[in-house]
C-alpha cells in the first residue's frame, strides 16, 4: 500500500479482556517495528521483525505481549489480559532493507483500557 | 542513564528565531542519527538523518553529530510557528536495527 495501516484506529475495552492490533505496511518494506507511546511521553520500543522472525523482542513488557508476522507482510500485536496501563497509543513503522535505517509510520491504534 | 536523552522543554523561541534542539545518547556504538517531527495527535515523521560528524543542512533545518561528545543537534533557522512541535531524536546502532528514541522536546513558536 502507499502507505503504513494500523487497525483498529480506536480501541476501547475492558479489564481482563484481549486485544489485537494489526499493522500493514508499505509493501516491500521487510522490516517493522512496534512502539508503545503513552500520554506525553515519548516512543517505548517493543519489538522489531526483519521477515517474519523477531531478532529483538526486548521491548515487550510482559509476557502479555506477543507479536508476530506472516508472509513478511502484516503483523498483530496481541495483549492479553489487559490492563489499565496497557492504555496508550500502539504504533507501527516500517522500512525497506538497506539504505538508511529511516522508518515510516502508521497512524497509530489507540487502546484505552477501562 | 536512558539510552537516549533529550529535554522535554518546553522550548520557546520567537517567531523568526533559531531553534536549537539537543540531544545525547548512551551508546558510544550508535551510527546512526535521525530527527523526527511529531504533530499533537499525529504520527512521527522523518526531518533528517546524519551518519557523520559535522553539520548537514537541508532547508531550514540543520543537523549537528558529535560522536566524541555523544551529542546530536537540531537547529531550525527563521522558526515558523508552524514548527511548533514535538521533536524526537532517534539512534540506530547500524547493524543491529532496534533503533532508539528519546522522550522529545516541545517546541512553541510564538507569532
Known amino acids: 500500500g502507499a502507505g503504513v495501516s494500523q487497525s483498529p484506529s480506536n480501541k476501547v475495552t475492558e479489564k481482563g479482556k484481549d486485544v489485537e492490533l494489526r499493522c500493514d505496511p508499505i509493501?516491500?518494506?521487510?522490516?517493522l517495528y512496534w512502539y508503545r507511546q503513552s500520554l506525553g511521553q515519548g516512543l517505548e520500543f517493543l519489538i522489531y521483525?526483519?521477515?517474519?522472525?523477531?531478532?529483538?523482542k526486548s521491548g515487550l513488557p510482559s509476557d502479555r505481549f506477543s507479536a508476530e508476522r506472516t508472509g513478511g507482510s502484516v503483523s498483530t500485536l496481541t495483549i492479553q489480559r489487559t490492563q489499565q496501563e496497557d492504555s496508550a497509543v500502539y504504533l507501527c513503522?516500517?522500512?525497506?532493507?538497506?539504505?538508511?535505517?529511516?522508518?515510516?509510520f502508521g497512524a497509530g491504534s489507540r487502546l484505552t483500557v477501562l | 542513564q536512558k539510552e537516549v536523552e533529550q529535554n522535554s522543554g518546553p522550548l520557546s523561541v520567537p517567531e523568526g528565531a533559531i531553534a536549537s534542539l539537543n540531544c545525547t545518547y548512551s551508546?558510544?556504538?550508535?551510527?546512526?542519527f535521525f530527527w523526527y517531527r511529531q504533530y499533537s495527535g499525529k504520527s512521527p515523521e522523518l526531518i533528517m538523518f546524519?551518519?557523520?560528524?559535522g553539520d548537514k543542512e537541508d532547508g531550514r533545518f540543520t543537523a549537528q553529530l558529535n560522536k566524541a561528545s555523544q551529542y546530536v543537534s537540531l537547529l531550525i533557522r527563521d522558526s515558523q510557528p508552524s514548527d511548533s512541535a514535538t521533536y524526537l531524536c532517534?539512534?540506530?546502532?547500524?547493524?543491529?536495527?532496534?533503533?532508539?528514541f528519546g522522550t522529545g522536546t516541545k517546541l512553541q513558536v510564538i507569532p
Open positions: 513503522a516500517s522500512r525497506p532493507r538497506g539504505g538508511a535505517n529511516v522508518l515510516t
Open positions: 509493501s516491500g518494506h521487510t522490516a
Open positions: 521483525f526483519q521477515g517474519n522472525s523477531a531478532p529483538d
Open positions: 551508546d558510544r556504538g550508535s551510527q546512526s
Open positions: 546524519i551518519y557523520s560528524n
Open positions: 532517534a539512534v540506530n546502532a547500524g547493524g543491529y536495527q532496534k533503533v532508539t
